[in-house]
Nanobody, 124 residues
């Protein structure tokens, strides 16, 4: 059973940093793409970043500010978020999908397996 556990959310001031982690189990990390998505209040869920085969993909809104990394031995993916803005306030979800498609595809259309979200609140 695929399981994804996100953690690390919290309250941070604008301009600050936060690091999210996603611990995964139930699948072979090398065979899957893993990503982060967020859903702001009143908005649809959208892709933030995906990592697949060591390649990384980012939404335009976070390029240069967020960094996704992974450790295939620890089955963990991190999202380092710097220069946070009030607009980054959202519930952040970790997700995974077998690598049938490109990272851009998953960033755009979503993934197959989802964990529970972790709330990030950026105060202005």
């Amino acid at each position: 059973e695929v399981q994804l556990q996100a953690s690390g959310g919290g309250l941070v001031q604008a301009g600050g940093s936060l690091s999210l982690s996603c611990e995964a189990s139930g699948f072979t990390f090398d065979d899957f793409a893993v990503g982060w998505f967020h859903q702001a209040p009143g908005k649809e869920r959208e892709g933030v970043s995906v990592i697949s085969d060591g390649n990384t993909y980012y939404a335009d809104s976070v390029k240069g500010r967020f960094t996704i990394t992974s450790d295939n031995v620890k089955n963990t993916v991190w999202l380092q978020m710097n220069s946070l803005e009030a607009e980054d306030t959202a519930v952040y979800y970790c997700a995974a999908a077998y690598k049938y498609y490109s990272g851009i595809h998953y960033l755009t259309y979503g993934m197959d397996y989802w964990g529970k979200g972790t709330l990030v609140t950026v105060s202005s």
